[in-house]
């Protein structure tokens, strides 16, 4: 108890920031006894569903300054896992499994395509969701003479724990990590590839663990998202929105902090859920927004990268840290 | 024999159309160095725009290349001046400028997509033109096809002479091989830069246009010609021109060899297994510098 | 049997771009607490062989050691934690990061296993010993090029090498900063670092090397102490008009 007591403390930094992370975690924790609404849980679940592929997305990508989209991928790889193995096993393994297998893929695509630098790789995760999606359309056609598949549906309630849990590790993952040495190393391959390397750090090493420890969330996320879906096919579990909608959340937030991803994803979802609700009033989350509405998200997503190069938690962190500076150079006997 | 003529025309023909789209976009990329998600989107555009003029006036489909092109210079130059310049000069290094240009992209086919969209549903849409077919060899081609494949090799031709021999096509090219030298010869980047962007989205409307003549197409099909022509720049090696003519060629007699023989299904996975490996064994691609 | 001691060994090292050989069988020794200067015209292919040295290129043929051990088929961080830092010509550093911060990352994954307080120790010691404890706080990119260069040795020095490539440390200076330059060296040296420089400004290589080879067009043409060098013959028409 200690030792996790210590290395909590640890990962936060003070004890305002975890004193603030746990009263957070406990409000969210109590939501579904409190709200007499049944969607109310399914929306924070799909808020702390892109919270966590937005945050594992930035967790590799953000640092190492290598744009991944093959977030789609991991997500889709656990929306299927679920969806094959969901009658047999039980939510929490096929949490893990999902989490296991999206790291293993992660190991695999990772040693493969890390030797490619910037655009390339870039070029590589984009095909790869495509190539899934597409191998999953032939596979359903001609294996198994389907067009998709009926999933064993949850209650809202089960959803909205089991991200609970998995935002809480995600989000503790992150901040021990960011202050680990891997973290760093990945700071350093993000700023300058060549130099790191030749100062010692083993950055093929420090890529493909990154990469692949950023895809096993997004996995878990996968295989408990499916779950709300009822039916899944090929289009809805490796469907591109997901490869970039995490991409710019995180941007969108800021990713010099842990919370930027977070803000950003939470902002972006209620926009697209009241961009979503307007037009009819009906809520159909998780799916495709109205056509029309992709316009303004579209300009959205161009205006967010034009204005804010630094997300909006990078621009209150520089505002509140130029605050700061100036009530220091204040002379205490004024 | 019947059906080794039957795959290397009918891919040729299929290659030439996908060559053309792929031109657009090494050019973006080579010298913009903007992967353009949006491309596709220019495209269908072209193609509506044929569908369009031909239902309504009955005139040839190849007029329609008159007023598709103009309109998706304009439009893609001002996108180069207005958005992507901005972000050029926001970021620190070409590689963030790569990222964001990508993302500036998407979230540019997400507005015109759902722009075309919105306005003229999604339904398949095909004009009748050149019903006839052709016999070579004992084997029956359809004549749009053959006509397409003849107009797209003369644009290829014309762009390729375009790049070698005149002096804005020089200029382009420098400005490919080192931006900052090339400013230093006194090439005005901006304006070439604009210029290629604009370029790119010309040669995807001519694109359009033709595909039209010969295929059935809707609003949604954009992002589908976005990655086969991302294919073909990528195997053809980034950038490079002439490697995406080859790469389209290759594409083409591939596509419709694995359609023939296994399942029209498995031609796009095929072309991603094609990438996938090339990407592992030959990243820079098979021109590429 | 030689009468001295090879960090760094090299025979028959090659590297060829495409068709053109850039370093053509090149032997070389770099002897322990000695300063080695390399120097040749342009494209006689120095920063190429220090790119094989440190494995930025792969090297085709030959075998180069260091301390006995072959390395030109590790990567270069395993080069690093073994012994040998290098600095780039053009600088090459952590934009994001402050000056201290980016020597602290040298310290820290410089060596295997170094642990946060060590790292501290390393990073304050050797930014004291090149005279950056200065400017531990200013970002990086808004340094004065002298600055630039010393903290690229700086980084390179937390790692704790061996030996130290230096890769045209003077250029750009001017005469009174390349004098500074050359008291460093010499310091870096007598700290019992090894030191393999490139450089074209012959003042300096002159004064502080103890030995010299020379490249031309990929080949060694000439090896031997500094005065021997400016008197030899074929050096002379390499540098045709410049004065030895």
Known sequence: MNLIKKTFWDATGSKVQSGCIIAAALALAFVPKVSSDVYTPLFLSWIMAYCIMSLSWSFFSGKAGYVSLATASFYGVGMYLQAILGRELPLWTNMILAAAFAFCVGIVIGIVTLRLRGIYFTIFTFGLTLFLNKFFHWYEGTVTRTKGRMVKPYDNITVFYSLLVLFAITVIAMLLLNKSKFGLSLKCIGQNEDSAQHLGVSTTKSKVLAFALSAAPVGAVGAIMCTKAGYIDPDTAFGLNYSFFPVLMAIFGGMASTYGPIVGSVIFFVLQDYLLRKPDEIMIFGRQIVVGDMIIFGAVMVIVILAMPKGLFGTIETLIAKRRKRAQEVPEDA | ?289 | MPDYESVIQGRGVTKRFGGMTAVNKVDFDLRKGEILGLIGPNGAGKTTLFNCISAYHKTDEGEITLNGRQINKLSPDRICKLGLARTFQAAQNFPDFPVRENVRMSALFGKKGVSYAEAERITDETMRFTGMDKFANIAVNDMPLPLQKRLEVTRALATQPEALMLDELMAGLDPAEVDETMSLVREIRDSGVTVLMIEHVMKAIMTICDRIIVLHHGELIAEGAPDEISKNPQVIEVYLGEEV
Do not use: W
Request: glycine content about 12%; some cysteine; charged content about 5%.
């Open chain 2, 1 to 289: 024999m019947n059906t080794f003529l039957l795959i290397l025309i009918n891919g040729c023909i299929q290659g030439s159309a996908y060559a053309l789209m792929a031109m657009g976009m090494s050019t973006q990329y080579g010298v913009v160095r903007i992967l353009n998600i949006s491309h596709g989107e220019f495209i269908v555009i072209a193609a509506v725009t044929t569908y369009m003029l031909q239902s309504r006036t009955g005139l040839h489909p190849l007029a329609a290349l008159a007023i598709a092109c103009p309109i998706v210079f304009i439009i893609s130059y001002l996108l180069h001046i207005t958005i992507y310049r901005r972000a050029g000069r926001m970021s620190p290094n070409m590689g963030v400028f790569e990222g964001n240009a990508i993302l500036i992209s998407f979230g540019i086919y997400l507005i015109v997509q759902s722009l075309i969209q919105t306005n003229i549903g999604s339904a398949p849409m095909r004009y009748p033109f050149m019903m006839t077919s052709v016999n070579i060899g004992g084997v029956g081609f359809a004549a749009a096809g053959l006509f397409v494949m003849l107009i797209a090799i003369i644009i290829c031709v014309i762009y390729t002479f375009f790049l070698s021999s005149t002096r804005l096509g020089k200029s382009i090219r420098a400005a490919a091989q080192d931006s900052q030298a090339a400013s230093l010869h006194g090439v005005k980047i901006n304006r070439i830069m604009a210029l290629c962007f604009a370029i790119g989205g010309v040669l995807a409307a001519c694109a359009g246009v033709l595909m039209s003549m010969k295929d059935q197409f809707s609003s949604t099909s954009g992002l589908g010609y976005t990655t086969i022509a991302i294919i073909i720049v990528v195997l053809g090696g980034l950038g490079s021109v002439k490697g995406a003519i080859l790469g389209g060629f290759i594409l083409g007699v591939v596509g419709y060899a694995v359609s023939h023989f296994i399942d029209s299904v498995f031609m796009i996975s095929a072309f991603y297994l094609i990438i996938l490996l090339l990407l592992i064994i030959r990243p820079k691609g098979l021109l590429g510098r």
